[in-house]
């Protein structure tokens, strides 16, 4: 075992432990998720524009939203978005007017 695993965040213990896609710490039982290179990892848009936190960007396909009878129409702008690690390949946290927080795909946007 050549790969050194981080200690637990939350008592310290150097005994931690990697249960499929978490680490997991048998002292304290806390569970936490791996830490991935995002400092490697660049996040583009539909058309390969690199996306940063706090661009705005258009959404350029009609997105049915579970709950909302209209969803997301294409050309719609979302404003201050954020990168996160999401769900799936959900890459985007941010808001949409008259719909609110969720997450969006990278692909499905254009920057502004």
Excluded: F
């Excluded at 075992?1 to 965040?9: G, H, R």
């Excluded at 940063?52 to 909302?68: F, W, Y």
């Amino acid at each position: 075992m050549t790969e050194t695993l981080p200690p637990c965040p939350a008592c310290s213990s150097q005994y931690t432990y990697e249960m499929g896609a978490l680490l997991v710490c048998p002292e304290c039982a806390h569970e936490w998720e791996a830490a991935a290179d995002s400092a490697d990892t660049v996040i583009t848009d539909a058309v390969g524009n690199v996306l940063a936190d706090g661009d705005t960007v258009t959404v350029i396909k009609t997105l049915k939203v579970k709950g909302s009878p209209t969803g997301i129409k294409a050309g719609t702008k979302v404003r201050n978005i954020r990168l996160v690690n999401g769900v799936g390949d959900h890459d985007i946290d941010c808001k949409v007017d008259g719909i609110g927080a969720m997450q969006l795909k990278s692909s499905v946007v254009k920057k502004s």
